[in-house]
């Protein structure tokens, strides 16, 4: 006979790596967040902490939100109000909340983002949960498609402008090149205490 557990460990019956809501962000609502990459000084994207520019890994310009941002409040409380739903329904995760600046990425021909993960040392330890709006219109690009590494399945992200699609850090994913025109995407991360 199997000794069984001094406990019963609590166990995810919905977990995904990841899932998304489609068009959860109104037209309007992606209008105003690309006027706010428009308005906002930009700068070359960066791969860590140290501010590391490395063209190898990853192209693209971006700018930055703070979550105090008073005039954006509307916008981060939609979206942080998405990140609980999912988290409830997926993850069950410990969060806190934004923490770190909302990042706003613009890739145009040639750029691109390889395989990563949003989850490493420093800063980027306390984030559970990616969040990627899809904020251009798929008739603008060609290329910059948003996929996932589950196990050897490379799965697409819709492309369909507003959406959002939630994520564990941890999970691998990256911005295939973009070969025509541009696209634009707006990112988050909810932090909490280190996974332990």
Same mark, same amino acid.
């Given at each position: ?47 860590? !902490? ?7 890994? %990853? +192209? ?10 008073? #005039? $954006? ?44 993960? !949003? ?7 306390? %984030? +559970? ?10 008739? #603008? $690009? ?53 996974? %332990?």
């Amino acid at each position: 006979m199997q000794e069984q557990l001094p406990f019963i460990p609590p166990v995810l019956q919905h977990y995904m790596d990841a899932c998304w809501t489609e068009g959860y962000f109104s037209p309007e609502e992606v209008a105003v967040i690309s006027g706010i990459f428009d308005a906002k000084d930009k700068k070359n994207a960066e791969v860590s !902490d140290q501010g590391e520019i490395r063209p190898d890994l %990853r +192209k693209s310009t971006v700018a930055f939100l703070q979550p105090g941002e008073k #005039e $954006y409040k509307d916008i981060l409380f939609k979206l942080a109000n998405l990140a609980m739903q999912m988290n409830h329904q997926h993850y069950h995760f410990d969060l806190m909340g934004f923490y770190e600046p909302i990042q706003i990425a613009e890739y145009g021909i040639d750029d691109f983002f390889e395989w990563h993960t !949003d989850f490493s040392n420093g800063a980027a330890s306390t %984030r +559970k949960l990616s969040l990627s709006v899809q904020l251009s219109d798929p008739s #603008e $690009y060609e290329g910059g498609d948003l996929q996932f590494k589950i196990n050897t399945e490379e799965i697409n992200a819709p492309k369909t402008p507003g959406t959002v699609i939630v994520f564990p850090s941890f999970v691998a994913h990256r911005v295939t090149p973009i070969t025509k025109g541009k696209r634009r995407s707006m990112v988050g991360w909810v932090t909490g205490t280190p996974f %332990r």
